[in-house]
């Protein structure tokens, strides 16, 4: 997601990610890797669980799960990555941004 985005910006959405760690690894993490959007420490899994990310002990911690949320608060797609993996390509992300904003009339 890093290398699109611009055009996930340019389709009006915000990627946020979320992860386990505590606040400080988390912005050490940020820093280091110099992502551009924004990111936001769950070491307590309220987060996660809210959408439903699983946490496999076995798979050293949480399984990626990506969820598009409206600006209604609707959740409008959701993929739960069996591993490490699964985590879709963007093309089909923008795409269906594209049809929402279409929907609602956003350019």
């Known amino acids: 997601m890093r290398q699109d985005y611009p055009q996930f910006q340019a389709r009006h ?3 946020l990610a979320i992860g386990p760690d505590s606040p400080e690894a988390f912005q050490r993490f940020w ?17 996660a ?8 002990v076995l798979r050293l911690g949480r399984l990626p799960a990506l969820v598009l949320v409206d600006c209604a ?9 069996g591993s ?5 390509p963007n093309e089909p992300l923008l795409a269906l941004l ?8 956003v350019k």
């Not at 820093?31 to 899994?45: M, N, Q, T, Y």
């Not at 608060?73 to 990555?81: A, K, P, T, W």
Request: glycine letters at 10%; aromatic letters at 8%; proline letters at 10%.
């Open 98 to 105: 594209d049809q929402l904003n279409a929907e609602e009339g």
């Open 73 to 81: 608060g609707i959740i409008r797609y959701v993929h739960y990555g």
């Open 31 to 47: 820093r280091e890797r110099d992502l551009p959007f924004p990111g936001l420490p769950d070491p307590e899994h309220q987060v």
């Open 49 to 56: 669980s809210v959408y439903g990310q699983e946490s496999k």
């Open 84 to 88: 490490m993996r699964d985590i879709p």
């Open 13 to 15: 959405a915000e990627i």
